[in-house]
């Protein structure tokens, strides 16, 4: 029987997938035809694409040439993602970190034959509870004593600078009464005005932010073990133990120092909170929630929070601000050398001189919260130099 005038390339040899390109035919040129029939010839039912094939000679001057400009590239590339990224990055790592603190409290819900993502669900609700507890009891006494701070602010200098020469000669020298009524009053209403849009934008920025990281360290914690089984198989098949052993106790040590830092920072703002009220000093609730944000912070943190609220004790009298003074010295003696070496000293040890280069490391990179995170990176990297650099080093 004949065969037709213009055969269809796939009725002559079926080398191609029948979902593209059809129609074959003789038009797509003889190089294309005899292509489809070796690519037929080698697929097989073991390789359904054919094995593959010769590797490119890399000490070719067109290889080599075109992999240093496809680095140098990517890096560039790599870097202006990651600083046009900047903002949503430190929200995944902090994500990333607070699921790591709350890992332990659902590893241990799971050891108790809870499934995970109930497990995941209790702890979220129970963190969830505390703090919208926290703020709808603390949000109307903080709103009412922060107005009434601000209000009552020129009040207040004009009270210390009759009791207090230094502060008037202070403010008759820099105004600082008249210009801080300009700042509160409504002489300047395009700056208030700009100053409450910017407020504004602020708090939005904060708010969404705070629901991103909330979504996403729920994911995180329902993912997490698939994440760390994906994050140790990048590591080759002879070094994967010892990766595991050495990434669990990184793990280890971040969500230690993330728990216990928080726990800390309660339970100063507490003691604070409790010394305020005994000894009268005004908006007790505000400078007790102010201590525990500014605890959080490394080192400085709790210096600024005394300082602070020394000179808001100062409105009620000197001695009672001096007293202030020593309670804080007392209470940061207490913290690095009771709380902190009993909470998270044993799973985060770092030397001092560690934690302070790596705390003004990480502020001026990150600001606060790579002044946050600065500790459990240090203690990370301190644990792989002295599991892998050193033996290495000790060896050559």
Known sequence: MPEPENPTFGEAEPAHDDAVGQPHTEAEGQPIIAAEQDAARISSPAHPLGEPGPRFNRKSPFIIGLTAAAGVAVTYGGIELLIAARGVLILIVIAAFLAVGLEPAVSWLVHRRIPRWAAV????????????????????????????????????????????PTIDQLNSRFHLQDKLQETIGGENVPSVLGGIVGAGKVVFSAISGAVIVFVLTAYFLANFPRIRASLYRLAPHSRRPRTILIGDEIFAKVGGYVLGNLLISLITAVLTFIWLIAFGVPYPLLLAVLVAVLDLI?????????????????????????????????LRLIEDYLLVPRIIGRTVQVPPLVTVVAVLLGGALLGIVGALLAIPIAAAILLLAREILFPQLDRR
């Open 298 to 330: 490394p080192i400085i943190g709790s210096t600024l929070a005394g300082i602070v609220v020394a000179l808001v004790a100062l409105t009620v009298s000197l001695p009672i601000s001096l007293a202030t003074v020593v309670f804080f010295i007392a």
């Open 121 to 164: 669900t209790a702890v979220f609700l129970v963190a969830f509870g505390l703090l919208a507890g926290f703020l709808a009891a603390a949000i109307p006494p903080l709103v009412t004593q922060g107005t009434a701070l601000v209000d009552n602010a020129p009040d207040y200098l004009h009270h210390l600078q009759q009791r207090y």
